[in-house]
């Protein structure tokens, strides 16, 4: 809103922001319609969205080479596809992580990989208002997102979510304190368990009303 207001501060008393409703009960049910072929003596990451260049994969690319150097026995998931697929993939070779990343291309329900897996991961340069966030967050998965607009508007730190610097090495470095740190991860995922969606969809309709009737 300030960004947009900004631009066109002769029009900034005019503006107003109407976040984006995210049904949480859809989501939960589309969750349940099946259970990825998971590893089970590993952890699981994953990482959903379009595989552009402001979405960071070459950053989780990067944290999973620190990852891997570290020891952690891991599996990244990202999940969808883009233009910069071939860039990502030919990264991952030479990075020689094809054993701990997999990129399972475009699907038309990703929330049960969201909900299997043990960590939720954000590496985006630039994000404004992420709904795989929220959506993640819905599903009560601990964390880890870059610092952006989007991730710092939604997540307080070690509250509800885990915020990264927006680089390789704070996001493999998060990424493992939330695997050791079982206190905190046990903390935030309680936290998001707490959350009524119910009152988010009654803001939303009173915002649109108050909107439409100017």
Do not use: H
């Not at 409703?21 to 989501?27: F, G, R, T």
């Not at 990067?62 to 020891?71: D, Q, R, T, V």
């Not at 508007?153 to 740190?181: C, F, H, P, R, T």
């Amino acid at each position: 809103q300030k960004s947009v207001q900004g631009f066109y501060p002769q029009y900034a008393d005019k503006i107003d922001c109407l976040e984006n409703y995210v049904d949480a009960e859809s989501v939960r049910q589309k969750a349940n319609e099946f259970v990825p072929n998971y590893p089970m003596d590993k952890l699981i990451l994953c990482s959903c969205g379009r595989i552009t260049p402001v979405k960071g994969y070459d950053l989780a690319v990067g944290a999973a080479e620190i990852l891997k150097k570290s020891g952690l026995d891991f599996k990244w998931y990202f999940v969808g596809d883009g233009v910069d697929r071939p860039k990502i993939e030919s990264l991952i070779s030479e990075k020689k992580l094809d054993d701990y990343i997999e990129i399972t291309g475009l699907q038309d329900n990703p929330y049960p990989y969201i909900k299997n897996c043990d960590t939720y991961v954000q590496p985006s340069y630039e994000e404004s208002y992420g709904l795989t966030i929220i959506e993640a967050q819905i599903l009560g998965k601990p964390i880890v997102s870059t610092a952006t607009v989007g991730g710092r508007s939604i997540i307080n730190d070690d509250e509800n979510g885990i915020i990264a610097d927006i680089n390789s090495e704070s996001v493999a470095q998060k990424i493992y304190l939330i695997y050791q740190d079982k206190d905190l991860q046990q903390s935030i995922q309680n936290n998001l368990a707490k959350k009524d969606y119910t009152k988010d969809y009654q803001r939303f309709r009173n915002d649109w009303k108050k909107l439409l009737e100017g």
